[in-house]
């Protein structure tokens, strides 16, 4: 699995997997997103955490799904 950012604000990049299909990305969290885009129209990802802590979703890194 890899980092969505799903905008570019605190607690809001997401661990979890892209479907090329739906163009989304079903996170640990348990939310569905469509993620930043890079230039090419292709998801952006980050294959580690995020540089800035304060961008990581509190529950992907933990990897506890809400209930």
Known sequence: ???YPRSLADRD???GE???TTRSV???CGI???P???ADGGPLALPD???DPDQIC???YRGKPTE
């Open 36 to 38: 930043l885009k890079l």
């Open 18 to 20: 892209y479907s090329a």
């Open 58 to 60: 509190p529950q992907c």
């Open 49 to 51: 955490n995020p540089p």
């Open 26 to 28: 079903h996170a640990r």
């Open 32 to 34: 569905e997103f469509v």
């Open 13 to 15: 990049t997401h661990h």
């Open 1 to 3: 699995m890899l980092w």
